[in-house]
């Protein structure tokens, strides 16, 4: 619990054992505190005098969430998408998508007063092209100042970065009153943390250029591969760092820890191979951000390029190691690590690989999923085992501990 200045007490229900929990949230009857953000939007306008100029139109101006990917962008992930029908890179989404929201066309927020003439409206229901702007890359617009963002990156425009997937949304949403839709921020959901975890829990979903949960809680397949040391180490997962392993491991973009492969006693005893991952009930990322658990320093430098990088290994893998869409999947990405060199995981009989390249391996869960020691966490048996060496050219792949195969992309 926690005094608050007048008196009143907050107790956070995630202290509460499992079958306390439980019958808390299914009773209900209590209240419950609420955190807002200060997303919001409104108009922008330039007052020129001294100049025989017609009169200034304003500009859309949007108070925008917090971007984990500020070097990856919506627009690129589309033109990826787009670019290679064959490869089924449509099928890579199971939620959501990677529309950028220059490409939407709906009016500016119709409810915003004029600045300077409070009784006019701000913007034309008319005008559809509000969001159709796209972002000169950083080289037209700065010039080659800076080697590693010219040949990598491009500034950042909200247009050609954000999305236009609407569930409420990310960066903005839309409204709708008996003139029509337009867009506006007041659709979007609040707290933003917690809009946060339900769409990363869901593929990345709504923005494509978004971090992926969806392997940290097992709620659908994976799309956007994150990292496992991006996701965060539980003390006792392989890679965990020895110096973080008595302070609890590390903490994720999101404040979590991902899943991990080990052996654990069942309901009625029996040793299980089992994946230990959070739970979706339990985590809560508005605590985690008082606790100054968020952080996207892990995802500040990933771009476009290695996104789509990392897609393009998982859509192979699967594709290969399995069968059939990446967002259709049985197989639940557990491990993902990038290899720096291939000569340092050396596989006997078959051909070795070349350049970037990622280990990745996926579980196939069967039955249900159970309790852990721990209050936060779940363990959820499964049988096979695939562990794949993937580049975007070529594979490598074991199923069960079996001889690797290997074919190309």
């Given at each position: 619990?926690?005094?608050?200045?007048?008196?009143?007490?907050?107790?956070?229900?995630?202290?509460?054992?499992?079958?306390?929990?439980?019958?808390?949230?299914?009773?209900?009857?209590?209240?419950?505190?609420?955190?807002?953000?200060?997303?919001?939007?409104?108009?922008?306008?330039?007052?020129?005098?001294?100049?025989?100029?017609?009169?200034?139109?304003?500009?859309?101006?949007?108070?925008?969430?917090?971007?984990?990917?500020?070097?990856?962008?919506?627009?690129?992930?589309?033109?990826?998408?787009?670019?290679?029908?064959?490869?089924?890179?449509?099928?890579?989404?199971?939620?959501?998508?990677?529309?950028?929201?220059?490409?939407?066309?709906?009016?500016?927020?119709?409810?915003?007063?004029?600045?300077?003439?409070?009784?006019?409206?701000?913007?034309?229901?008319?005008?559809?092209?509000?969001?159709?702007?796209?972002?000169?890359?950083?080289?037209?617009?700065?010039?080659?100042?800076?080697?590693?963002?010219?040949?990598?990156?491009?500034?950042?425009?909200?247009?050609?970065?954000?999305?236009?997937?609407?569930?409420?949304?990310?960066?903005?949403?839309?409204?709708?009153?008996?003139?029509?839709?337009?867009?506006?921020?007041?659709?979007?959901?609040?707290?933003?943390?917690?809009?946060?975890?339900?769409?990363?829990?869901?593929?990345?979903?709504?923005?494509?250029?978004?971090?992926?949960a969806g392997r940290t809680f097992q709620r659908s397949p994976t799309a956007v591969p994150m990292l496992d040391s991006e996701l965060g180490y539980h003390p006792?997962?392989?890679?965990?760092?020895?110096?973080?392993?008595?302070?609890?491991?590390?903490?994720?973009?999101?404040?979590?820890?991902?899943?991990?492969?080990?052996?654990?006693?069942?309901?009625?005893?029996?040793?299980?191979?089992?994946?230990?991952?959070?739970?979706?009930?339990?985590?809560?990322?508005?605590?985690?951000?008082?606790?100054?658990?968020?952080?996207?320093?892990?995802?500040?430098?990933?771009?476009?390029?290695?996104?789509?990088?990392?897609?393009?290994?998982?859509?192979?893998?699967?594709?290969?190691?399995?069968?059939?869409?990446?967002?259709?999947?049985?197989?639940?990405?557990?491990?993902?690590?990038?290899?720096?060199?291939?000569?340092?995981?050396?596989?006997?009989?078959?051909?070795?690989?070349?350049?970037?390249?990622?280990?990745?391996?996926?579980?196939?869960?069967?039955?249900?999923?159970?309790?852990?020691?721990?209050?936060?966490?779940?363990?959820?048996?499964?049988?096979?085992?695939?562990?794949?060496?993937?580049?975007?050219?070529?594979?490598?792949?074991?199923?069960?501990?079996?001889?690797?195969?290997?074919?190309?992309?």
């Open positions: 619990m926690e005094q608050r200045p007048e008196g009143e007490l907050i107790t956070d229900l995630n202290t509460l054992a499992s079958s306390m929990f439980a019958d808390a949230l299914k009773d209900g009857g209590y209240e419950a505190a609420l955190f807002e953000d200060n997303s919001c939007d409104g108009a922008v306008l330039a007052d020129v005098t001294g100049l025989p100029l017609p009169p200034s139109r304003p500009a859309f101006s949007i108070i925008a969430v917090p971007d984990f990917f500020p070097y990856a962008g919506q627009i690129d992930l589309e033109q990826w998408a787009n670019d290679f029908p064959s490869h089924n890179h449509g099928h890579q989404f199971k939620e959501g998508g990677p529309a950028p929201l220059c490409e939407g066309r709906l009016p500016a927020n119709a409810t915003t007063p004029r600045p300077g003439d409070l009784s006019q409206p701000a913007f034309d229901r008319a005008d559809a092209t509000m969001v159709a702007m796209v972002g000169r890359p950083y080289a037209q617009a700065a010039g080659p100042t800076n080697a590693e963002r010219t040949a990598l990156r491009t500034t950042s425009y909200l247009t050609d970065a954000c999305s236009n997937e609407f569930a409420p949304g990310w960066d903005v949403s839309f409204a709708e009153d008996d003139g029509g839709k337009f867009y506006a921020t007041f659709g979007l959901g609040s707290p933003f943390l917690e809009d946060v975890k339900l769409c990363a829990a869901a593929n990345a979903y709504w923005p494509a250029a978004s971090p992926d006792r997962h392989p890679d965990c760092p020895t110096a973080a392993q008595p302070a609890g491991g590390t903490r994720g973009w999101d404040g979590e820890q991902g899943p991990f492969l080990e052996q654990a006693a069942d309901g009625i005893g029996a040793q299980r191979s089992v994946v230990n991952y959070a739970d979706i009930m339990r985590s809560d990322y508005v605590s985690n951000a008082f606790n100054g658990h968020i952080s996207a320093e892990a995802l500040a430098d990933v771009d476009s390029e290695e996104l789509i990088d990392r897609m393009d290994c998982l859509r192979l893998a699967i594709q290969t190691a399995g069968s059939g869409r990446v967002d259709e999947t049985p197989f639940w990405l557990i491990y993902a690590a990038p290899i720096g060199d291939w000569a340092d995981v050396p596989v006997a009989g078959a051909p070795s690989l070349t350049g970037k390249g990622y280990r990745y391996e996926f579980v196939v869960p069967e039955g249900a999923s159970f309790a852990s020691e721990d209050l936060w966490r779940l363990r959820q048996p499964y049988g096979d085992h695939i562990v794949c060496h993937v580049t975007t050219q070529a594979i490598r792949w074991s199923v069960n501990g079996g001889a690797f195969q290997f074919a190309r992309g």
